[in-house]
Structure formats: C-alpha cells, structure tokens
C-alpha cells in the first residue's frame, strides 16, 4: 500500500515475520511469502471510488481528515470521500478514538450517495495501515470559486480567508450562516449541523 497514492499494484502480503538482524523490526521470510491480488473490485483510489456506481462494493486507502460522531472522511491526494454510520463497528472505532486524523486507513464499503454527493454507509472493512500522516494541505479557494465549483471539492480539505458573519454573535446547531467574504463582498451560506455532527459550537470569531 503507497501511502502517498500514485498508481501502483495493490497486493496482499502473507508470509512469516521474524527479527533477524536484532533491530527490534519485524522482517517477512521471503522463502515463506505468497502474493495475492486483492481482486478486481479493490480500487486503492478514492478519486475512482467517488465516481462508482451506487451499490457497488469498491474499497479505497487515503488519510483521515476528521473523525467525529457519525463522520469518518478520508482524502487521497485531489480527492476525498466520507462515510457516515450511526452506529456498529466503525461508529464504535471513531468514539474510542481508536480511528483519528492522520490515520492512514483502508476501506471496504458498498458505494452510495446522499443528496447526489458520494457517501458511504455500509462499511464491511476499516482498517488503520499507518499513524500520524501529515494531513493534506487544504485547497485555498475564494468565495466566488466555492460558489462556482464547491462540489468538486466534496470532502476535501478548503480554505477561504477574510471572512465575516454579521447578523450572528454565536454558532449554533442545525443553523444556517450568512457569509461575507472581505473585500470582495461575495456572499456564502453556511450550514452548522445539529446532532452532534459538527464540532462548530459557541462565539463566532472576530
């Protein structure tokens, strides 16, 4: 698996592990290790898995860029994907903390969509291959650039600067924001979700 993405051949390892030079690392017995593909449904790209047809099993690897509540997002180079689960084992993995931003992971899951983005429920497979990953960088955009094309960046990392709230004091759950960007004046909308799905609570900033 390359954490840094790119195009290689994603394969299985199962051999026998040993410490044979002493350095406290364990080393694989290559007279001992098979290879197996992972088959022609594993993707490795979440740049293809976001374009996979509903319902199809597909499995992808990047960095988690947030876990928190329900939301698990990860993001592989110039794309991202995030799945939602209320409960069960992936839900149970982000509460202990046992799943964190950083973590480099592999996901197996059938492909699905929520009010046309793509999002994944069903999970069958998360699995943390690496720790402690720097995050992506996040894409600086302007407001007019988010008001444009902001779908293309679904569940990726972005950033828009100078911005001001005028008619709020406070970020409060399930609420929508008037936004103001500086000294453009171009307007968003903002939206804080409720449920304990955001992590957005309290004074907004000056």
């Known amino acids: ?33 098979s290879f197996s593909d992972l088959g022609p449904e ?10 996979t047809p509903d319902g199809d099993a597909v499995s992808f690897v990047g960095t988690v860029t947030r876990a928190f509540e329900s939301f698990l997002f990860v993001q592989q180079d110039t794309a991202g994907i995030y799945t939602f689960n209320s409960s069960g084992f992936v839900y149970d993995a982000i509460q202990a903390g ?15 969509s929520f009010e046309g983005l793509q999002a994944f429920g069903e999970v069958d497979l998360l699995r943390v291959v690496y720790r402690d990953l720097e995050l ?12 444009n094309s902001g779908t293309r960046y679904n569940s990726e990392l972005i950033r828009i600067e100078n911005l001001r709230i005028d008619d ?3 970020f409060e759950g399930s609420t929508t924001y008037n936004v103001i960007e500086d000294p453009t004046g171009t307007a968003l909308t903002m939206f804080v979700r409720g449920d304990n799905g955001s992590e957005v609570r309290g004074p907004i900033p000056d």
Do not use: H, K, Q, Y
Request: proline content about 5%; hydrophobic content about 40%.
């Open 136 to 147: 992506p960088a996040p894409i600086l955009l302007t407001a007019e650039e988010f008001n």
């Open 1 to 33: 698996v390359n954490p840094r993405g790119g195009n290689d051949r994603i394969i299985a390892i199962d051999g026998s592990e040993t410490d044979n030079d002493g350095d406290d690392i364990a080393d694989i017995d290559m007279g001992t290790v």
């Open 98 to 112: 046992d799943v964190r931003p950083g973590d480099f992971v592999e996901v197996s899951a059938l492909s699905g």
């Open 42 to 51: 594993f993707i490795g790209s979440v740049a293809d898995a976001v374009v």
């Open 168 to 170: 709020a004091t406070d």
